[in-house]
Antibody
């Protein structure tokens, strides 16, 4: 069973960089053709796809966030990470890491972390 | 890129059927048969209930069904049960990324 757990600061100052990690258990991020994704949800609002990364290092980002987002892998820790630069209050949200059940590019995410709340405030 | 359009709320009595719609464009919903639906209860992570327009992951009751016509997709919940009260989100491949709908709050009266 694939399990994911987000971690990182719960409070980030405006204009700074939000950094989160997702620790994976039950699967290796370096094997297979699965992608590993980040999704966020502002309080009381809908879901927003941030982006994904494959074991090869190839990434896809939401065009609306692309200029500020970076997703990377740490094979040694079986983790993948999210960096979002120049944050504002609009980036306050619960951030989820996730993975599909299948290995197709077009498989939707199936396994989710529990989510971590990040608040942007001075 | 705007989110896919969903009506904010829907409701039905136990045993009834309710249909939730999701409208996009030819660049997303209309262009690909990669439409999914998620159910989210308060404080929980979303749960995949429909993928590839009409397929159900194992363990999802067949009361949940999906369809698509043109640029619009639909989720029908038949035989409503109290535990179906939740937020529902559509999700479509949009050519280079996944796009979500704004969500529909389903109330079981």
């Amino acid at each position: 069973q694939v399990q994911l757990q987000e971690s990182g600061p719960g409070l980030v100052k405006p204009s700074e960089t939000l950094s989160l990690s997702c620790t994976v258990s039950g699967a290796s991020i370096s094997s297979g053709t699965y992608y590993w994704a980040w999704i966020r949800q502002p309080a009381g609002k809908g879901l927003e796809w941030i982006g994904r990364i494959y074991a090869s290092g190839i990434t896809d980002y939401n065009p609306s966030l692309k200029s500020r987002v970076s997703i990377s892998l740490d094979m040694s820790k079986n983790q993948f990470s999210l960096k979002l630069t120049s944050v504002t209050a609009a980036d306050t949200a619960v951030y989820y890491c996730a993975r599909p059940r299948g290995s197709s590019n077009f498989d939707p995410v199936y396994y989710w972390g529990q989510g971590t709340l990040v608040t942007v405030s001075s | 890129q705007s989110a896919l359009t969903q009506t904010p709320s829907a409701s039905g009595s136990p045993g009834q059927s309710v249909t939730i719609s999701c409208t996009g464009s030819s660049s997303d919903v209309g262009g690909y048969d990669f439409v999914s639906w998620y159910q989210q209860h308060p404080g929980k992570a979303p749960k995949l209930i429909i993928y590839e327009v009409l397929k159900r992951p194992s363990g999802v009751p067949d009361r949940f069904s999906g369809s698509k016509s043109g640029n619009a997709a639909s989720l029908t919940v038949s035989g409503l049960q109290p535990e179906d009260e939740a937020d529902y989100y559509c999700n479509s491949w949009a050519g280079s990324f996944w796009m979500f709908g704004g969500g529909t709050k389903l109330t079981v009266l």
